[in-house]
């Protein structure tokens, strides 16, 4: 198995993280929100688990962009990349995409940590996480507007 196989595998798998952490964080901030409850630990904690399985997946994805994947930056020095879909998604689409979502992520979650009462806390977690993980669902290659690759790697 190539380092190549292992690396995209990873990749693969821990999307479901991102995106099962990211259900629960906005669920949680959602309920906080419209609840009006404090802000807890918890709530913290799954915010940390949302970014920081984003921050993992964006790690692995540069793996792969920079050096490992045929249809990352070296398919974009190729002449006519931008003709082709595949290429043009995976070397510029999916990359830029997946990386303002993991920044959005990011700033939600200090900004809800910055933020003066627990109601605001909440929402600001509930706008950044949700828009993060609407972006990172679309430009996941589900085959239906994009490429399709497998939903599991083996």
């Known amino acids: 198995m190539s380092a190549y196989s292992v690396l995209l ?3 693969s798998w821990s999307r479901w993280l991102v995106i099962v952490f990211g259900l629960i964080a906005i669920y949680r901030a959602y ?25 993992l997946q964006v ?3 540069l793996g792969l962009y920079f050096g490992l994947s045929p249809w990352g930056l070296n ?4 002449a006519g ?3 082709d879909p595949t290429a043009r998604f995976f070397g510029m ?13 990011q700033v939600g979650r200090s900004l809800s940590k910055k933020a003066s009462d627990d109601t605001l806390k909440h929402k600001k977690a ?4 949700g828009i993060a993980l609407l972006l990172v669902l679309l430009m996941i290659p589900w085959g239906i507007w994009n490429p399709a690759r497998p939903l599991f790697r083996f």
């Open 75 to 78: 398919a974009m020095k190729q």
């Open 31 to 55: 309920v906080g929100w419209t609840g009006r409850r404090r802000f807890v630990g918890a709530d913290n904690g799954m915010g940390a688990s949302f970014v920081g399985s984003i921050h």
């Open 9 to 11: 595998a990873l990749h």
């Open 126 to 129: 509930f706008t950044f996480f």
């Open 59 to 61: 790690l692995l994805g």
């Open 93 to 105: 689409e999916h990359v830029a995409v997946m990386l303002l979502a993991a920044v959005l992520a």
């Open 81 to 83: 990349a931008m003709k």
